[in-house]
């Protein structure tokens, strides 16, 4: 076992890990940060996305242990300082971007981490950016549009006739 | 105006902020004190004799705390089946035992031999590996033809051969369907195979077994869509622990798509390990775990004929399908291509006569149940390629052929035992050639072909039998249980309401859609009424959701029951106003005499019922709480028209979805934004069925697409946005809040808009294409294009 | 997984000698390997990883030659390699945003999937492999599937390539994974055109010479049209069969030498 220390959401944190130990195992087992999720076993589902460093990655596909000194954002650290959901989580709820909520958490950081080099991204740069991100419930319609609508477009003409 | 509160307003969901900011409680995010671990070790070979299992050395290594096998199970049940097919011949369905872990014989490729419970996931894992295992691999059969042959291996050695059942439909109809077809003036034949499916919801399976010495209570957290049936079918059939020695747990699911209603062995395992060992339990399913182990979707093999009079009217329809049911009966399996297939096959069209055949073949592959829409898609999907077939045979053109043939009377009752009680067929395609735009696609063909590219139009219709199901007609067909469900309406004594709901939701956003109901008929404001669902100790005996069921089924019951405390509370009203309980009426949350200024508000009564020092004690009960079990008169039947445009690149083949309308009819609707994003999600998977999606089986069994590297799902860029429209309503007729149900007509309404689409698309390329089978990848529409 | 210890040594010479160790291995960004761990298919015995390592990092124009560090993300290949335009492209397009964060150009070509994106592009623009201990030219190191021509041990510190004048890189995604189906890189140098071919064979990248050929002698899409592509020792498989793939390298040569800036 070795140890590991990390910020995590602002917060310094260590803890003891084996070589084999996945950072999204860290997060969720030893920090009890149950929002980053397990969708899959090669890297594409997504739902374990996190923010190392300031960039998106999978948090399944990185060890712990090279996480050690790094910064590192889940989604439980996206909120505002005052324990409000950010303008990017607002509009998934007010646009409808989410159904079992299970792919949401790493649709958060992933397109968090597309706005913050892209503010006002396309549609297709959107779709484009979320390659690495499943959802199986919403079509991803109103998860575009949450973003697109999170970068201050003007969303009320999509898909109308 | 759009309403902003009650039934039709579009309220923020409130289950999002827990989502939205990481607090979602989902099953494996369940942790207990003293917890072990199982890893299932399972077979690697599609067929074989299980010679010996040797756990000596598995046994001793670190971490392993018990090792369980097949006999551990003596005298421990089977996994039931819930649903019993009668053949064409009267004969029940053959029906082969399925063990929590195997016996005898492996039968699938991730068919479980042995659990390994361990302190941690990878001390199980390494264990696993140490097993000793012998195996004989027999000959695998995999192809549903094939497994009907004399000679073929047979799956189940205790049953006379690889047929479940052989189930005419209606077989009293298929002299009359035979001779309409010696009369047609013309027969369009088209032989097609339905897909097969993973459903994927985005949450892997979880269970976890916890058993309670003290007072020799189990209790099961797991990932499902219905913890009363998970409950009924686990404690009754398989561990034999009687109901109230039973919790089952479903905390927030992450999706289900049908694939988390069955009961499943795991659960059986963890519940029945954890009363062996005395301590918590749990299974996470990794993603390549779920591949082999959920319940897959679709998979039939079917021929179907139409026959048309000279003027086009469709004079029958007759269809041969194989349907795959892999290697055991999965629960609800042999419902799915008989009585949710065969009764949709009227399709939105007066076809006088039907006969449907369908062949249930047991395989060397996994279990194969309800995926979201459940027979229904199978149905509409050979139904309405047919009918464009037939089109493009007549040269006519495909909406008017269809509209020609359009029922327009209603109730209709179709010659496959359903009646329909109400619709209407030609709004729906009225309003899809609206929102889609059809005038204006010859000039979008023509600017896609400027581009090297050949665009085709796709439309088709559904029709949906759902709102899960009438239980004494079901009953008669084989369903070994009720498809009630049940609400709890608990009036809190400040007026705030706890609502108790058998129907579970895992995206569906009841917690939202459920207090706009009650709100609406007390006049409180939402924020007013929670509900609480998922939990067998708290909730009453509800079916759970599936069948685009929760509001048609369990939301009638939640209705039933709040009429029940309305009229009680008005008593309770009439004795504080000292009026006549007839004249009390009660609108906006409070109570008033008719004709006179006399009102009280709605707090005021629920306290006089729970505090009751001025109450007619003589009369009535105290409290006010009332639960109501509703069981539907019928299905019901949403139904809609959907168009599709597509690009193909002939040269390489790949399709690209330009545009896509729904047109909906589904009743009333009470919440606009989830029933859209229930039709978004749908098409998706409808897309993704039709382009991309296909679990392939080699001839050894051997599931080759096993894992995202190679089972395609939709991703953000494979799709469009949907314009998506239910303004056409015709309300149920037979339910109290006249809804239909909307979480399957996505799926079941889009892949026959874009497999026609893209037919259509090569014929404007000058390919006359007759079907191509699904998913219409890259490759298959090349070799299509240049055959 | 299996149990393994994990380093990260923070200089070449460090991981040198720690992957002298016994059952040891290198880890760039993981994004293949670590699935690969999940799955069990491999069994180190300690993971030396490369991500520490600044000296391996970065992207560096000189001349007609981009340098770029082993441990180079695809990430900062896609937003420094501005020099190399097809180049910062390709990178910008490997798997996903998360993906692009870890992965390094160096893991990718000391894996040589027969379907990653880099392969192509390093033997199309004739790159020279740069090594702890040598530079290996592009020609020489790849060798077939999964099997390039280092020895054990042996770490990509830097890939160097020429910039040619014009290229461009087409990919054909296989629709579950997105890795290539087929992706054929296109660069036009002065002394002639090189054509690398990835996702279809099943021996790895390969150059397709008769392309080159014809596009040494015409830079045009039409210069191709006559060419047929071979379909022997081509991958078929549940996504596409050997004919299909064959058809697809010539329509994406076209069209990346249509597109070649």
């Known amino acids: ?161 | 105006m759009p309403k902003d509160h009650g039934i039709g307003a579009s309220p923020k969901r409130r289950e999002d902020v827990r989502f939205l900011t990481g607090k979602g409680q989902y099953t494996d995010d369940i942790n207990l004190h003293g917890q072990t671990y199982v890893h299932f070790l399972r077979s690697d070979v599609a067929h074989g004799i299980i010679k010996s299992i040797d756990t000596s050395d598995a046994e001793n290594m670190p971490g392993v705390v018990r090792i369980f096998t097949g006999a551990d199970f003596e005298g421990v049940g089977g996994l039931p089946c819930g649903w019993q097919v009668t053949d064409r011949h009267g004969q029940p369905m053959q029906e082969p035992g399925h063990p929590v872990l195997a016996r005898g014989k492996v039968r699938h490729v991730g068919d479980p031999i042995a659990a390994i419970v361990a302190e941690t996931k990878e001390q199980a894992r390494d264990a696993a590996e140490a097993i000793g295992l012998d195996i004989e691999e027999l000959p695998a059969v995999v192809d549903m033809v094939s497994a009907l042959a004399p000679d073929a291996p047979k799956v189940h050695d205790e049953l006379t051969s690889n047929l479940c059942y052989d189930w005419g439909f209606v077989e009293e109809n298929k002299a009359a369907v035979d001779e309409a077809f010696e009369k047609a003036a013309h027969v369009t034949t088209l032989e097609l195979i339905n897909n097969r499916l993973v459903a994927n919801p985005m949450e892997p399976r979880v269970a976890v077994g916890d058993y309670n010495q003290a007072n020799d209570e189990s209790t099961l957290y797991t990932t499902s869509q219905n913890p009363h049936v998970i409950r009924l079918l686990m404690g009754a059939f398989v561990l034999g622990i009687p109901e109230h020695k039973l919790r089952v747990v479903a905390p927030d699911v992450g999706g289900g798509f049908g694939t988390k209603i069955f009961h499943y062995a795991e659960e059986a395992f963890v519940t029945f390990a954890s009363r062996q060992i005395r301590r918590p339990v749990k299974w996470t399913s990794t993603r390549s775990e779920a591949f082999m182990s959920d319940a897959h979707g679709r998979d039939h093999k079917t021929k179907i004929e139409l026959a048309l009079d000279a003027d086009n009217n469709f004079m029958a329809i007759r269809t041969d399908t194989y349907a795959n049911m892999g290697a055991y009966l999965s629960t609800f399996a042999p419902s799915v291509p008989t009585w949710l297939h065969g009764t949709l096959m009227a399709g939105n069209y007066k076809t006088p006569l039907i006969y449907v055949n369908v062949k249930a073949v047991f395989t060397n592959t996994v279990p194969v149940d309800a995926y979201r829409g459940a027979g229904r898609p199978e149905a509409t999907f050979q139904l309405e390629r047919l009918v464009d077939k037939a089109a493009r045979e007549l040269g006519v053109d495909p909406i008017a052929l269809r509209r020609q043939n359009f029922i327009t009377q209603f109730p209709y009752a179709t010659p496959v035992a359903v009646e329909y009680d109400t619709g209407d067929y030609i709004a729906t395609m009225d309003r899809m050639e609206e929102i889609m735009d059809i005038s204006g696609f010859e000039a979008r063909r023509k600017a896609s072909e400027a581009k090297g590219k050949w665009r085709g139009l796709g439309v088709n219709c559904y029709i949906e039998a759902c709102g899960i199901a009438p239980s004494n007609l079901v009953g008669q067909l084989g369903a070994r249980a009720g498809l009630y469900d049940a609400a709890t309406v608990r009036v809190n004594a400040t007026g705030s309401i706890s609502v108790m709901v058998g129907a579970h939701s895992h995206g569906q956003g009841h917690e939202t859609t459920f207090p706009q109901v009650i709100a609406e008929m007390i006049g409180i404001d939402e924020s007013q009424v929670d509900i609480v669902h998922g939990d067998s100790s708290k909730i009453p005996f509800g079916m759970g959701t599936y069948g685009s069921r929760s509001l048609a089924v369990c939301g009638s019951a939640m209705v039933r029951a709040a009429e029940k405390v309305i009229r009680k509370a008005k008593k309770i009203a009439a004795h504080l106003l000292e009026a006549s309980e007839a004249d009390i009426e009660l609108k906006d949350g409070k109570f008033s005499v008719a004709g006179t200024d006399k009102e009280c508000a709605w707090g005021d009564v629920t306290l006089a019922a729970y505090v009751p020092h001025n109450y007619p004690l003589e009369d009535i009960e105290p409290g006010l709480e009332e639960t109501a079990f509703y069981d539907p008169a019928n299905f019901t039947y949403p139904s809609g028209a959907y168009a599709c445009e597509v690009e193909v690149d002939p040269e390489t083949g790949k399709v690209t979805i330009e545009k896509f309308a729904a047109a909906d009819d589904f009743g009333n609707v009470v919440n606009p934004m989830i029933v859209e994003g229930q039709v978004h999600g749908g098409i998706a998977q409808g897309i993704g069925q039709a382009l991309l999606e296909a679990a392939v089986y080699d001839e050894n069994g051997q599931l080759q697409s096993a894992s995202y590297m190679d089972y395609a799902m939709p991703r953000a860029d494979d799709v469009p946005f949907y314009i998506v429209d239910h303004s056409c309503c015709t309300p149920c007729t037979h339910n109290p809040l006249g809804v239909k149900g909307c979480g399957e007509a996505g799926a079941i309404g889009s892949p026959p808009a874009v497999v026609n689409a893209v037919i259509d698309a090569l014929a404007s390329g000058g390919k006359n294409v007759p079907h191509i089978d699904m998913p219409l990848t890259p490759h298959r529409v090349w070799k299509a294009i240049n055959q | 997984m299996y149990a393994f210890d994990v380093t990260r040594p923070k200089t070449v010479a460090e991981a040198v000698a720690a992957l002298a160790g016994d059952e040891a291995q290198a880890l760039g960004g993981g994004q293949t390997l670590i699935p690969t761990l999940k799955q069990r298919l491999a069994s180190p015995a300690t993971l030396v990883s490369l991500t520490a390592i600044d000296e391996m990092k970065g992207v560096c124009a000189d001349g007609g030659t981009l340098t770029i560090g082993g441990g180079t993300t695809h990430a900062t290949v896609a937003a420094e390699a501005s020099a190399y335009p097809a180049l910062a492209a390709l990178a910008a397009n490997i798997g996903d945003p998360a993906v692009r964060s870890r992965g390094t150009i160096g893991g990718s070509l000391a894996n040589n999937d027969p379907s990653a994106c880099y392969p192509s592009a390093a033997l199309a623009s004739g790159a020279t492999i740069v090594t702890n201990n040598r530079e290996i030219a592009a020609d020489d190191y790849f060798q077939g599937l999964f099997t390039t021509a280092l020895n054990e041990g042996e770490i990509i510190t830097a890939v160097k390539f020429p910039v040619p004048e014009k290229a461009n890189y087409q990919k054909f995604v296989q629709p579950a994974s997105r890795f290539s189906l087929v992706g054929v890189f296109v660069a036009k140098y002065a002394d002639g055109v090189r054509v690398a071919v990835t996702g279809a064979s099943e021996n790895g990248v390969f150059r397709w010479t008769e392309a080159e050929a014809a596009l040494s002698a015409n830079f045009s899409a039409d210069a191709v049209e006559g060419l047929t592509a071979s379909a022997d020792g081509l991958i078929n498989d549940l996504h596409g069969d050997a004919e299909y793939r064959a058809h697809l390298i010539k329509v994406m040569t076209k069209r990346a030498v249509a597109a070649a800036k």
Do not use: W
């Open chain 1, 1 to 161: 076992m070795t140890k590991v220390t990390m910020t995590v959401n602002g917060k310094s944190v260590s803890g003891e890990v084996e070589g084999r130990t996945l950072l999204v195992d860290f997060l969720r087992d030893a920090q009890r940060l149950t929002g980053t999720h397990v969708g899959c076993d090669t890297s594409q589902c997504g739902a374990c996305t996190v923010h190392v460093d300031g960039l998106q990655v999978k948090s399944c596909t990185m060890f712990a242990l090279e996480a050690d000194g790094a910064t590192v954002t889940t989604i439980e650290g996206m909120g505002n300082a005052d324990g409000t959901m950010s303008a990017l989580q607002a509009s998934f709820q007010e646009h409808h971007g989410l159904q079992c909520g299970f792919c949401t958490p790493g649709m958060i950081m992933a397109a968090s981490s597309l706005l913050k080099v892209n503010p006002k991204p396309t549609e297709a740069e959107i779709r484009h950016h979320l390659e690495g991100n499943i959802c199986r419930c919403t079509g991803y319609h109103n998860i575009v549009k949450a973003i697109m609508a999170a970068s201050g477009q003007d969303v009320s003409a999509i898909a109308a006739e």
